[in-house]
């Protein structure tokens, strides 16, 4: 059996021999695409010409034997062939036997046998991963119909930006231009609108309604104003010099005087040698207070006055009073109503009288000076209360939180945080000795410092209530501020214990409310009553500053418990909101959430 297996596979090799049949691997085809198709192929000459038309066969691309996936190529038709064009492969002629030819030799014919059957061989076997290309390959018109990603909308980029920036900056130039055209162009029939107006002002003044509110900060008090006094000068007199650079510094002229202070050298020259003579700390102190400091006197005093190894000096009652007066401070009003000593209030006569009348004038850079030189003066003050407590006794710390109190109540200085003068009160309450005697004589001054409700209650928030004295001193004030404010003397509250706080805040309350209050007559009503509404608005945050932030004791329970039934009773129920009116409903907020913080404390 394995001779004739052996013989039959040599017949076979035989026959592909005489066919002229490759067996070993096919070379390489040419690229896949468009051909020129190849110029038909001549008849032989010795072959004579067939009388039927030679039938074209499409010559297919040779392709590689990829793996052992293979596919057969069916043979193309010539009438299929002939419909591809120059859009597929080349076409080539085939000679096709005819009976023209049937009398050729056998030898011809076999020789013409083998070469179809060659040709056939060779485009037998196509890849199965180029009949997948093919199939999937697209036209040319597909390939130009491609869709290219669209932009996304939402993306940002700079080019979005810079067209979206002169967009906007051509809206804004024809918005202006419209308005300059508004402005410029002269009104039309302005007689007919204004008689219209007229026509309409008395139906329009019936429906039309204005937001009636209270106030959000304290009227305030003309203290500073706009001129202060010039730098004080250097009084040299009794001065003898103990180097060549001070001799020099006390016979300059008084702007040398400046810049030997501003430029740091006066600092140099008390920083080698002794201490700095009383007269030029006085003279720095007063230079402090001149706004804007341009002369850099406050750290010169400064860093003096932490190097002084002996009891440092102290500016005195006068000295203070000065340097507030260098400031710009009108404190006539105190000097007229005897709150304060003459040497606190002194009367410089080189300040002109019609710069005392521009008050509240100062701009936004001279109330940050102010502010500032404030401050300075405060830090200088508290640390000499501090660390000198005995060079201030009691009547004159009495005095100097009056006179600080009533500072605050300035007009640029209402809405500016002010720390270091509220460290500065804190420090002059703390170091008073006699604090029972000193309390009465204290509110009745503060009580007198403005006219005015809201100004009084903001000095009551001013007072600090960190100790038991100043929260004493709050609630005391509160209740003499309420009965000045009610009518009544302020001194009847003064010898009041604390037990009997909470009472007599419960007969003051009653009387708070703004039916029960009495005013003066106004001729409009509803002026009148807005006025009523913000007087108790005022005694109402008063009364929740002697209530305090403390639980009552049990025998205050009930006194609290029945300033609850005031506050529901008259504030609840008995106030209605109007349209318009809005005072109405902030007063009556107020005392909503004043019932609900006192029912707090009886929890």
């Known amino acids: 059996m394995l001779r004739g297996a052996s013989a039959r596979r040599g017949q076979r090799l035989g026959l592909l021999r005489c066919k002229h049949l490759r067996v070993g691997r096919p070379f390489l085809p040419p690229p896949l695409g468009p051909v020129d198709p190849c110029p038909p192929a001549s008849p032989p000459p010795s072959q004579p010409h067939s009388a039927e038309p030679a039938s074209q066969c499409p010559m297919q691309p040779r392709s590689t034997r990829q793996g052992s996936s293979r596919a057969r190529r069916p043979r193309a038709s010539p009438r299929r062939s002939a419909q591809q064009g120059s859009a597929t492969r080349s076409p080539r002629r085939a000679v096709q036997p005819s009976s023209a030819t049937e009398s050729r030799t056998v030898p011809q014919r076999a020789e013409d046998m083998a070469t179809t059957s060659s040709s ?32 996304d909308p939402l993306a940002n980029s700079l080019d979005a930006l810079l067209l979206e920036k002169r967009e906007q900056c051509v809206a804004n130039a024809v918005q202006a231009s419209l308005m300059q055209v508004g402005v410029d162009s002269p009104q039309e029939s302005s007689d007919e609108d204004t008689q219209l107006l007229e026509e309409q002002r008395a139906f329009l003044s019936r429906f039309n309604v204005k937001l009636l509110a209270f106030p959000t900060t304290h009227p305030g008090e003309p203290i500073f104003h706009a001129c202060p006094l010039p730098p004080p ?20 002229s008084p702007a040398a005087q400046l810049a030997f ?6 600092n140099l020259l008390y920083q080698t040698t002794s201490a700095c003579p009383l007269p030029i700390l006085r003279w720095l102190f007063l230079l402090t207070s001149t706004w804007p400091d341009r002369t850099n006197a406050f750290r010169t005093l400064w860093e003096m006055w932490m190097r002084s190894d002996d009891e440092p000096w102290c500016p005195t009652l006068q000295d203070i009073g000065q340097a507030f007066a260098y400031m710009g401070a009108d404190l006539e009003a105190l000097r007229c109503r005897r709150l304060l000593p003459p040497e606190l209030c002194p009367m410089d006569t080189r300040l002109d009288p019609t710069c005392s009348l521009e008050q509240g004038n100062l701009g936004a850079v001279n109330t940050l000076a102010l502010v500032t030189q404030l401050g300075d003066i405060c830090k200088l003050l508290t640390v000499c209360v501090v660390s000198c407590p005995c060079r201030y006794p009691d009547r004159a710390r ?34 008073i000795v006699a604090w029972k005697e000193q309390l009465p004589a204290l509110c009745l001054s503060l009580c007198q410092l403005s006219q005015h409700h ?14 038991t004295r ?31 706080e909470l009472p007599a805040l419960e007969q003051l309350l009653a009387q708070s409310w703004p039916d029960n209050l009495q005013l003066p007559t106004h001729p409009d009503a509803v ?35 029945r300033l609850c039934t005031q506050l529901e009773q008259y504030f609840g129920s008995g106030l209605r909101e109007d349209m318009g009116q809005f005072y109405r409903s902030q007063l009556k907020n107020l005392a909503t959430v004043l019932y609900v913080k006192w029912h707090e404390l009886l929890e």
């Not at 001065?239 to 510094?249: A, D, T, V």
């Not at 300035?410 to 270091?420: G, V």
């Not at 007087?535 to 009930?558: C, H, M």
């Open 120 to 151: 056939d061989s060779e485009e037998e076997l196509i890849p199965l991963k180029e009949l997948l290309a093919c199939s999937g390959r697209s036209s040319p018109a597909e390939h130009s119909e491609v869709a290219y990603p669209q932009p």
């Open 261 to 266: 202070v501003r430029d740091g050298y006066l």
């Open 470 to 500: 100043e929260r004493e001193l709050r609630r005391r004030l509160s209740l003499c501020v309420m009965a000045q404010l009610l009518g009544k003397a302020p001194c009847t509250v003064l010898s009041l214990r604390a037990q009997e």
């Open 233 to 252: 000068t250097l009084d040299t007199c009794g001065l003898q010099p103990r180097s060549i650079l001070e001799q020099n510094f006390l016979c300059a």
């Open 454 to 467: 809201h100004s009084l209650l903001a000095v009551a928030r001013l007072l600090p209530d960190i100790t």
């Open 527 to 561: 002026d009148l009553e807005q006025k009523t509404c913000y007087l108790t608005r005022s005694l109402l945050y008063l009364a929740d500053i002697v209530v305090g932030t403390e639980r009552p004791r049990d025998k205050q329970r009930g006194h609290l418990q």
């Open 398 to 431: 009495r005095e100097l939180v009056t006179l600080l109190c009533f500072l605050s109540l300035d007009r640029e200085l209402r809405c500016q945080p002010l720390p270091d003068l509220w460290h500065l009160l804190h420090c002059l309450l703390e170091g």
